[in-house]
């Protein structure tokens, strides 16, 4: 299993970024599929998720900035970030948790490559 990660870049505060993360590999079920961020000098910490439900899971400081969406024949989730702050700035980590066809009944953590997004001020 692969999670590619793309679209990260440099944004004036206020702008939009829009990421994107496809999963790909012997997929049985995405269960979770989101993306984390790492600060300088902070921990990573969860931005955004959704459940195989569809029910999805943000941060506090991006509700209602930030959306989460699926495209599920894609098998990839797109994070659009609107009214963007130097806050935000971070590696930014696509993250799923994903049963494969080999073990489907075994749920794995997979991370994909970090991608940079700096909001300037």
């Known amino acids: 299993v692969q999670?590619?990660?793309s679209g990260g870049g440099l944004v004036q505060?206020?702008?939009?970024l829009k990421l994107s993360c496809t999963a790909s590999g012997s997929i049985f079920v995405i269960n979770v599929m989101g993306w984390y961020r790492?600060?300088?000098g902070k921990?990573?910490?969860?931005?955004a998720v959704m459940n195989l439900d569809g029910s999805t899971n943000y941060v506090d400081?991006?509700?209602?900035?930030?959306?989460?969406?699926r495209d599920?024949?894609?098998r990839t989730v797109y994070l659009q970030m609107n009214s963007v702050k130097p806050e935000d700035t971070a590696v930014y980590y696509c993250n799923a948790i994903i049963a494969t066809t080999q073990e489907m009944t075994?749920?794995?953590v997979?991370?994909?490559?970090?991608?940079?997004v700096t909001v300037s001020s």
């Open 13 to 16: 505060a206020g702008g939009s």
């Open 38 to 40: 790492q600060a300088p």
């Open 110 to 116: 997979y991370w994909g490559q970090g991608t940079q």
């Open 61 to 69: 400081n991006v509700k209602g900035r930030f959306t989460l969406s």
């Open 106 to 108: 075994v749920n794995r």
């Open 3 to 5: 999670l590619q990660a």
């Open 43 to 47: 921990q990573r910490e969860m931005v």
């Open 72 to 74: 599920n024949a894609k």
